[in-house]
């Protein structure tokens, strides 16, 4: 779309360069406001996230194979916050891609990274909640925190290399393949044979695992719950019992409506460029659904969550700096 200035003189991202992109027009009010949005909220994606990975690290109660999922998780929405958010907002605001093809190589590379990273991570919180709640006897034997953090280690190295096998076989920066390119442009093309690659690899794979998953693990907490209330109706107390498995069906419901609700803001970005889209404000707010996405896993966590909520009082008011803090009890309310 072409932006004129009052004078009808047409701005361009780099008026020395012949091939530049035109550059779209806005008001100081405009250029303002857009800027404070993404500031903060890029700020409060990075807070929000570290909150969640200090609670983890530091509180010996927290250190679970199941949170040292949600920590991976919030790793990858920090780095969202402090890295992509930012450079991607510019790109917004701005209408031009300021940082060379180098950067944007790189960019597209760390936004591959973190987008494949999260995708593996869902899978692995559905696998966790799956032998938890339909396997509750051979949990503690099959998923250890060393086991898990070899796996979260392995999904990160394992995203790394498909993204550098993705970017550098038949993958294209840029606009090096269109007829209409203009230097100020930074995206990222694949080629058909890739893209069905990666549609497979980074959509019906993993999202019919998670949906697989998910509905045996409420197809089995339903048929507990049936057992439950016939035993308790029979006079047999069950309690113990119980208790954990409505703690387990808790975790589940929770932690599956995260992955639902990242599934759902991730999904528009893979179809935008299965349909190669070329309407850009649909990949905008395509991308910015996903970005919103990152702030607001800590919120749900906090909702569902009483001991995030007490260790996130327990940072702020910084007594995490006080002797002997890491073995508090999160799960129990505590008073200094």
């Known amino acids: 779309m072409a932006y004129e200035t009052e004078d009808h003189e047409t701005q361009y991202c780099f008026p020395a360069i012949n091939s530049s992109c035109i550059k779209g027009k806005r008001s100081s009010h405009e250029y303002n406001i857009m800027y404070v949005f993404f500031s903060l909220l890029s700020a409060w994606t990075v807070f929000v996230n570290l909150l969640v990975i200090i609670s983890i690290s530091h509180f010996k109660k927290l250190h679970t194979p199941t949170n040292l999922i949600i920590l991976s998780l919030a790793l990858v929405d920090l780095l969202t916050g402090l890295i992509v958010m930012p450079v991607d907002a510019i790109k917004l605001i701005e209408t031009c891609w300021y940082f060379g093809d180098t950067f944007c190589g790189l960019f597209m590379a760390i936004l591959g990274v973190l987008l494949s990273a999260s995708l593996s991570n869902l899978v692995l919180v559905a696998i ?15 998923i250890t925190i060393t086991r898990t953090i070899r796996t979260i280690c392995l999904c990160w190295i394992c ?13 294209h920066f840029n606009t090096s393949n269109k ?18 690659i ?16 998910y509905l045996r693990i409420f197809y ?53 460029f299965l349909t190669r889209n070329t309407v850009m404000s649909s990949v905008i707010m395509n991308w910015w659904v996903y970005y919103i996405n990152s702030g607001l896993n800590p919120l749900i966590y906090a909702l569902f969550y009483p001991w995030f909520r007490r260790s996130f009082k327990h940072i702020l008011s910084l007594k995490i700096f006080q002797s002997a803090s890491s073995l508090v009890d999160i799960f129990t309310n505590y008073h200094s």
Request: with cysteine.
């Open 198 to 213: 990666d549609l497979f690899m980074s959509l019906l794979f993993p999202c019919i695992l998670i949906i697989t998953l």
């Open 159 to 171: 995203s790394s290399a498909y993204i550098t096998a993705l970017s550098s076989s038949n993958g």
């Open 128 to 142: 966790d909640r799956y032998v938890a709640v339909c396997h509750p006897l051979q949990y503690p034997q099959k």
């Open 220 to 272: 089995v907490v339903h048929q507990q719950v049936k057992v439950i209330n016939a035993l308790m109706k029979g006079g047999k107390c069950v309690m113990e019992g119980s208790v954990r498995r409505k703690s387990e069906s808790k975790a589940a419901l929770t932690l599956g409506i995260i992955v639902a609700i990242h599934i759902l803001c991730w999904l528009p970005i893979y179809i935008f």
């Open 179 to 196: 007829t209409d390119a203009c230097y100020g442009e930074c995206y990222f093309m694949l080629s058909f044979t890739w893209t069905v």
